[in-house]
């Protein structure tokens, strides 16, 4: 069974950075097209940004292209999401979820669709005050 487990989460000023982190562990990492969302209280959930299985390619929300970006480190099952400049607005729950059968020709329409990721973690909270 596949588990992903989210770390780094906290209290944060705006202005200030944070790098959140998500261990997989129960096999296939490496296979897993993996993708990160948020969700503040009272909004939908939202798409930040996914990486493919090897890494050389990222896809960003376009609002958030520039200050947030995605790695992953396959020898280690972890995939990192660093978080820059950050804004009261960036307050949110933040979720890793896994793609274990991503197309081969994986799309932006299909990293931002939640739907098609097989696992989630349960979160960390991110919290930026003013």
């Known amino acids: 069974q596949v588990q992903l487990v989210e770390s780094g989460g906290g209290l944060v000023q705006a202005g200030d950075s944070l790098r959140l982190s998500c261990a997989a562990s129960?096999?296939?990492?490496?296979?897993?097209?993996m993708g990160w969302f948020r969700q503040a209280p009272g909004k939908e959930r939202e798409f930040i940004g996914s990486?493919?299985?090897?890494?050389?390619?990222?896809y960003y929300a376009n609002s958030l292209k520039g200050r947030f970006a995605i790695a992953r480190d396959n020898a280690k099952n972890t995939v990192y999401l660093q978080m820059n400049s950050l804004r009261p607005e960036d307050t949110a729950v933040y979720s890793c979820?896994?793609?274990?059968?991503?197309?081969?020709?994986?799309?932006?329409?299909?990293?931002?669709?939640?739907?098609?990721?097989?696992?989630w973690g349960q979160g960390t909270q991110v919290t930026v005050s003013s």
């Open positions: 979820a896994a793609d274990f059968d991503p197309p081969t020709y994986y799309t932006y329409r299909d990293a931002r669709d939640y739907t098609k990721y097989d696992y």
């Open positions: 129960g096999g296939g990492f490496s296979s897993a097209a």
């Open positions: 990486i493919t299985r090897s890494g050389i390619t990222t």
